[in-house]
């Protein structure tokens, strides 16, 4: 058996060098663009959720096809990230891109002609592969697009910023369309969005340098076992939540989801090109960077989603007031942008990334021991996640990919992806599971009794404090990665 070695680290190509922009301001159609597609993937699922209804009516649907309108774009996006990230090292980043978009807008439109909840589902899986095609795609070639990690940390934040601000709107944004249009809107609306991502990315992003490209086979047996692999992780948390802990299905899927990544290992160290060289994912800013992005997924998902539950069901707040209290995040998400900058440039990239881990687990905690005492404490909780996730969002990404070398920059952001995916996977299973061991009744009848209300905060308090252990150690992993790497330059200012 041989292993293939790692492409040594070279600095980027001098012809790049040059096409480089100075400023955020010159390179605005590409990162238009980038914030395009961005938008895109923030937008779609948030905006569609509160479409649910209107469409069960609509198409006759079942609840366990509504569950899929949404949950076949997640899956088909989470298990193909990998293989696309690998497609694109290989073929060009701009041009996979360019195709997802494509698929994108034919995608969207076929939703005017959807007619059963089979149709749409289909149509959501076909999002997800343009999904997987494209959002990898606009951290890596945001990266990219410039030389130095100043402007890299800016553009980066300003396209998750368009990002975030799409999430933020999302659901409110599709409450109005629907009091006026029919649902397909919502994803008609991904037309446009695929148009001008289209536009900036092909007129403001040069054709990759094939000094830039590698020239491996793919490693296609290993595409399909990560593709499985990944799938099968995401399917065991939605199994676990709506069959219970009793049931076999979801334990027979854990156990096929880990002979798939044994296996999946397994190739990668025996193939002579693997999709993703196991030695790379070893160096210490790729996998600190991973780490510290699995926390932050982690913390996000289980935090939505016992908050969501404590507001409506323990406190018994209708959802209007209850997205109200989820405003602090919101507010955080959106507003903290101009911060980041200044943040990291204070403190530097490797603390920017362990300091705002640590909020991650902080705010965790937070909310596991205090969050059953009142609002106040749900607030901070989530204003300390959002804080951190908007640091950690930008800079533990960047990491792995200043971790790697260059002509593995988009296997880097579809690897931080996938993370942050099957991390989010795994909180929702543990939060599920707690909650259905611990709680006796009908849970989502609300009005519990005293007995059913101490068994919910029992389940916090142990769910939140399971989430909080594993994050902090995942981060504590990062950390003790991240000191074995050489020192980053600290970051110098840069005009936009």
């Known amino acids: 058996m041989t292993t293939s070695t790692p492409p ?10 040059k096409r ?45 096809s509504l569950q899929w309108v949404t949950g ?20 060009g980043r701009r041009r996979v891109m360019l195709i997802g978009l494509v698929l994108l807008g034919v995608a969207s439109l076929a939703t005017a002609f959807v007619s059963t909840s089979g149709e749409l589902i289909a149509v959501r899986a076909l999002m997800g592969v343009a999904a997987a095609m494209t959002t990898p795609g606009s951290i890596a070639l945001a990266f990219r697009l410039f030389t130095t990690d100043a402007l890299r940390v800016r553009a980066m934040t300003l396209v998750s910023t368009v ?15 629907l009091a006026v249009a029919p649902w397909q809107v919502l994803l008609l609306v991904n037309v446009p969005i695929a148009a001008l991502a289209f536009v900036g990315i092909r007129t403001g992003i040069a054709r990759d340098e094939p000094a830039e490209l590698h020239r491996d086979p793919i490693d296609v047996i290993g595409a399909v076992l990560g593709t499985v692999t990944i799938v099968l992780a995401l399917v065991a948390p939605s199994l676990f939540v709506n069959e219970g802990a009793g049931s076999w299905a979801p334990w027979l899927a854990v156990v096929a989801a880990v002979a798939a990544a044994v296996s999946f290992v397994s190739r990668e160290r025996s193939a002579r090109h693997p999709l993703i ?58 507003g903290a942008g101009p ?62 990919l200043r971790g790697l070398p260059e002509n593995r920059t988009s296997i880097g952001s579809a690897l931080v992806d996938t993370a942050s995916e099957v991390a989010t996977g795994v909180a929702i299973a543990i939060a599920g ?4 061991g611990l709680f006796v009744g009908d849970f989502a009848a609300g009005h519990w009794s005293t007995v059913q209300t101490g068994q919910f905060h029992a389940a916090v308090l142990v769910g939140g404090l399971a989430l909080t252990a594993i994050a902090a150690t995942l981060v504590a992993w990062g950390i003790v990665r991240a000191r074995r790497s050489s020192p980053a330059p600290a970051p110098a200012g840069a005009g936009a």
């Open 339 to 400: 911060f980041v900058n200044r943040f990291v440039e204070k403190v530097g990239y490797d603390a920017a990334a362990w300091l705002s881990s640590i909020a991650v687990v902080v705010g965790l905690a937070v909310f596991a021991v205090l969050g059953s005492y009142g609002y106040v404490w749900v607030a901070i909780a989530l204003a300390l996640v959002a804080a951190a996730i908007r640091v950690n969002g930008v800079i533990a990404g960047m990491n792995v």
């Open 163 to 177: 990002g975030l601000v799409g999430l933020a709107i999302g659901p409110t944004a599709g409450g109005f369309v």
């Open 277 to 334: 060289d196991l030695k790379l994912i070893a160096l210490p800013l790729v996998s600190s960077g991973l780490a510290y992005k699995a926390a932050t997924g982690l913390a996000v998902a289980g935090l939505g989603y016992f908050v969501t539950l404590q507001l409506q069901l323990d406190w018994g707040w209708p959802p209007a007031l209850a997205s109200i209290g989820m405003l602090p995040q919101v507010i955080v998400l959106i």
């Open 20 to 64: 480089s922009p100075r400023s955020l301001r010159e390179a605005w159609i590409a990162l238009a663009g980038l914030s395009a597609v961005f938008l895109f993937e923030m937008l779609d699922n948030s905006i569609l959720n509160v479409a649910l209804p209107t469409i069960g009516r609509d198409l006759d649907a079942t609840t366990t």
């Open 72 to 91: 076949a774009y997640s899956v088909v996006f989470g298990g193909l990230m990998l293989a696309f990230g690998a497609l694109a090292d290989r073929f």
């Open 8 to 17: 040594q680290l070279v600095p980027a190509a001098s012809a790049t060098a």
């Open 433 to 436: 599971t707690v909650i259905t």
